[in-house]
């Protein structure tokens, strides 16, 4: 089993970005499965059925989310009857949505499981580790590969929970910082890993925002509006080779 997973699309430059790298793309790495972070789909901030709609038509199986998750009221019209739109898994009991999904092509299962880091992040969110011990729990014998899109701000708890799960999901990958890190690789047990997939949006902003913006923000203190910065785009993505026992065998970072 091939998974291509790009990582949060941002805005309408990387909507655009990942329709036109596609077709390449396809060609290239022939994935079985498409998944891709969508919680900065909508200008940046959330996701719409429009936004969504782009990502899905564009090939997308699976749609993560993230701290963006309920950015745009949207969603909580969408996330219920949409099963290959997925939120964080360790919100609370009752939370619109689903924190898994299982998406079926080619004979294959895939199980997409999203989870959220608290490390200068929500502090209010379920503990990821038990979250994921209860899904893993929950999905065995139910797909032919688990993969874990982990959105998490350090680097230290994202590596600590793919080392938690290694040898029981074939890949976690890091979403959030929208900075592609260069420690791709597979864990003892067979788990695939890298820190963070990147970013696919503008390649000229500051992980996304219009740097202008971004900078008053950093030099003045002063609260400013962020908005998609224009220009170049660019595709963040990692293809990971899945075994016939559902661990992995590779994974390679792709920046287009
Ligand atoms: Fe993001
Ligand atoms: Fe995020």
Same mark, same amino acid.
């Given at each position: 089993m091939i998974i291509l997973f790009i990582g949060d699309i941002f805005g309408q430059p990387g909507?655009?970005?990942?329709?036109? @790298?596609? *077709? @390449?793309?396809r060609d290239r790495y022939r *994935?079985?499965?498409?998944?891709a972070n969508g919680e900065n789909a909508a200008a940046g901030r959330g996701i719409t059925f429009a936004t969504a709609d782009d990502i899905f038509r564009a090939g997308v199986d699976v749609i993560t989310m993230g701290n963006h998750t309920w950015s745009r009221k949207e969603i909580l019209n969408m996330i219920?009857? #949409? @099963?290959?739109l997925v939120r *964080?898994? #360790?919100? *609370?009991?009752?939370?619109?949505g689903r924190g898994r999904t299982v998406v079926e092509k080619n004979g294959m299962r895939l199980c997409v499981i999203n989870l959220m880091g608290r490390v200068y992040m929500d502090v209010l969110l379920d503990d990821p580790f038990q979250t994921a011990d209860r899904e893993l729990q929950a999905m065995?014998?139910?797909?032919?590969?688990?993969?874990?899109?982990?959105?998490?701000?350090?680097t230290s708890e994202k590596l600590a929970l793919a080392m938690y799960t290694d040898g029981r999901a074939a890949a976690v990958i890091g979403t %959030?910082? %929208?900075?592609?890190?260069?420690? #791709?690789?597979?864990?003892p047990k067979g788990t695939a890993f890298i820190s963070d997939v990147g970013m696919t949006g503008p390649a000229d902003g500051i992980i996304g925002v219009d740097a202008k913006i971004v900078l008053k923000k950093f030099t003045t203190s002063m609260p400013v509006q962020f908005e998609?910065?224009?220009?170049?785009?660019?595709? #963040?993505?990692?293809?990971i080779t899945i075994r016939p026992d559902g661990l992995a065998e590779g994974i390679e970072r792709i920046v287009l």
């Open positions: 909507r655009d970005m990942l329709t036109a @790298s596609m *077709p @390449s793309l *994935p079985d499965f498409i998944v219920d009857a #949409n @099963s290959r *964080p898994a #360790n919100y *609370p009991r009752g939370v619109p065995k014998g139910q797909a032919d590969a688990i993969l874990i899109d982990f959105h998490a701000e350090a %959030h910082t %929208h900075v592609q890190t260069a420690d #791709n690789r597979i864990l998609a910065a224009e220009g170049r785009a660019q595709l #963040n993505a990692v293809v």
